[in-house]
């Protein structure tokens, strides 16, 4: 059982270059999100989703766009990448309900220059 | 705003010493989920322990156990017995509903031989 699966796991950019993380899981779980980590800040929500076809911004949306097509995968797009962007992204998914804990992938590095 | 308050950025104690580590929170939800989540060096985030706000009984898992104070809205965890492999960024984290966690700055803890 892989649980979610994030790739890459290091990726350096330069300015103004776009990307996309992926994040799949195999779970079946509903719910799935981004968070990014910055020193200091903990995990801060980006983008999340309920279910395939459903998408919601978090508490740091800008510079990022998500879709949900499929419940396994939860992508997150990079349009035009700023060094404020560097980071530790991780992505979590969860069943429904409060109880539910969130599973997460091993995370990207992710260094813009 | 729901916050999530951990006031201890460092902690290190001896191996074999108990450790408690502070976490606060703010909301106005009666109920909701509280987790403790554990990220060693290798940058996985692992489920320590959770606890329903609803449960009166604190929640223990082996060496780990929580104060949970809903009125003070504390909720501390203490490591008992501690060893070198609880070396460890411990993160504090609320979730007020099915979906979001909110979490707390985290707190670095180093097991010393």
């Known amino acids: 059982n892989a649980g979610v699966t994030q790739t890459p796991k290091f990726q350096v950019l330069k300015t103004g270059q776009s990307m996309t993380l992926q994040c799949a899981q195999d779970?079946?779980?509903?719910?799935m999100s981004w968070y990014r980590q910055d020193p200091g800040m903990g995990l801060r929500l980006i983008h999340y989703?309920?279910?395939?076809?459903?998408?919601d911004q978090g508490e740091v949306p800008n510079g990022y766009n998500v879709s949900r097509s499929t419940t396994e995968d939860f992508p997150l797009r990079l349009l035009s990448a700023a060094p404020s962007q560097t980071s530790v992204y991780f992505c979590?998914?969860?069943?429904?309900?409060?109880?539910?804990?969130?599973?997460f992938g091993d995370g990207t590095r992710l260094s813009i220059l | 705003a729901q916050t999530v308050t951990q006031s201890q950025p460092e902690m290190s104690v001896q191996e074999a010493e108990t450790v408690t580590l502070s976490c606060t929170y703010d909301?106005?939800?009666?109920?909701?989920?509280l987790f403790w989540y554990k990220q060693p060096p290798s940058r996985q985030m692992i489920l320590v322990i959770r606890?329903?706000?609803?449960?009166?009984q604190n929640a223990t898992e082996n060496r780990f156990s929580v104060n949970f104070q809903k009125a003070a809205k504390s909720f501390s965890l203490k490591i008992s017995d501690s060893q070198l492999g609880d070396t460890a960024m411990y993160f504090c984290?609320?979730?007020?509903?099915?979906?979001?966690?909110?979490f707390g700055q985290g707190t670095r803890l180093t097991i010393n031989p």
């Open positions: 909301t106005s939800e009666n109920n909701y989920y």
């Open positions: 989703s309920v279910g395939a076809g459903i998408t």
């Open positions: 779970m079946n779980h509903e719910y």
């Open positions: 984290a609320f979730k007020p509903g099915a979906q979001k966690l909110v």
């Open positions: 979590a998914s969860s069943g429904t309900g409060m109880r539910q804990p969130q599973h």
């Open positions: 606890q329903e706000a609803y449960k009166q």
